[in-house]
C-alpha cells in the first residue's frame, strides 16, 4: 500500500464547475500539506500551502485537511480550461523539511 | 526570472554514457532538492542540501547518482553509466527554510532518456 493515495483520474468537467480532488494518506507523521499543478512537460508548480487541519482558501482555490480521517482536498472553483493539468498532493513530516512524499496525481480535464 | 532554472531541459543518451544536470536555486535559498518523477507518477525524492551540506539521500540514489552543491549555489547531479532505467524526468527545488518550513519551488526539470 502507497503511504499516499490519489485517484490518477482523469477528471472531466465542464467550464464553471466545481473541481473536487482528494488525497489519503496512512501515516500520521505527515504534518504539512501541499498541492501542486503540473501541466504537461513541465515542473510542478505550488498552490496551496497548509499546516494544520482546517480550510485555507486561495482564490478560487480552497484546501482542506482533515488530519483525524488522514484526508485531504482541493477544491477548484468557476474551473477554466486553463485549469487543465495534473495535480498531485504533497505531504511531508517536520522531520527533514521538504522531503516530500507526492500522490501519483489526479489529471483534470475541464472542457469549454 | 528568478525561478529555479535547471539545464539542460532534455538530454538523450546512449546506455553506459555519464550524463550531468544542473541546477540554480532562486537565489539566497538555503535548502536544494532533487527529485525524480516517471510518466505517469509523483515525483519522489532522491536528495537534498542545506547551504552546501548534503544532509540526506534516499536509498533510490545509487552509487551510480552522485549530487554536489559547491558553495551552497548550484548543484549538478552526475548520472554515471547510465541505464535505460534512469529514463526519467530529474526535478531540482529550492527553498528558503527559517525556523524549520518554508515552501518548495520547483524548476522546469531536466528530461532524460537513455537509449
Known amino acids: 500500500q502507497k503511504e499516499v493515495e490519489q485517484d490518477p483520474g482523469p477528471l472531466s468537467v465542464p467550464e464553471g464547475a466545481i473541481v473536487s480532488l482528494n488525497c489519503t494518506y496512512s501515516?500520521?507523521?505527515?504534518?504539512?500539506f501541499m498541492w501542486y499543478r503540473q501541466y504537461s512537460r513541465k515542473g510542478p508548480e505550488l498552490l496551496m500551502y497548509?499546516?494544520?487541519?482546517g480550510n485555507k482558501e486561495d482564490g478560487r482555490f480552497t484546501a482542506q485537511v482533515d488530519k483525524s480521517s488522514k484526508y485531504i482536498s482541493l477544491f477548484i472553483r468557476d474551473s477554466q480550461p486553463s485549469d487543465s493539468a495534473t495535480y498531485l498532493c504533497?505531504?511531508?513530516?517536520?522531520?527533514?523539511?521538504?522531503?516530500?512524499?507526492f500522490g501519483a496525481g489526479t489529471q483534470v480535464v475541464v472542457t469549454p | 526570472d528568478t525561478g529555479v532554472s535547471q539545464d539542460p531541459r532534455h538530454k538523450i543518451t546512449k546506455r553506459g554514457q555519464n550524463v550531468t544536470f544542473r541546477c540554480d536555486p532562486i537565489?539566497?535559498?538555503?535548502?536544494l532538492y532533487w527529485y525524480r518523477q516517471t510518466l505517469g507518477q509523483g515525483p519522489e525524492f532522491l536528495t537534498y542540501?542545506?547551504?552546501?551540506?548534503?544532509?540526506?539521500k534516499s536509498r533510490l540514489l545509487s552509487d551510480r547518482f552522485s549530487a554536489e552543491r559547491p558553495k551552497g549555489s548550484f548543484s549538478t547531479l552526475e548520472i554515471q553509466r547510465t541505464e535505460q532505467g534512469d529514463s526519467a524526468m530529474y526535478l531540482c527545488?529550492?527553498?528558503?527554510?527559517?525556523?524549520?518550513?518554508?515552501?518548495?519551488?520547483f524548476g522546469e526539470g531536466s528530461r532524460l532518456t537513455v537509449l
Open positions: 501515516n500520521s507523521a505527515f504534518q504539512y
Open positions: 504533497a505531504l511531508g513530516g517536520n522531520h527533514s523539511w521538504g522531503k516530500l512524499q
Open positions: 497548509t499546516y494544520s487541519s
Open positions: 527545488a529550492s527553498s528558503l527554510v527559517l525556523a524549520g518550513s518554508g515552501e518548495l519551488f
Open positions: 542540501f542545506q547551504n552546501e551540506a548534503q544532509l540526506e
Open positions: 537565489s539566497e535559498h538555503n535548502r
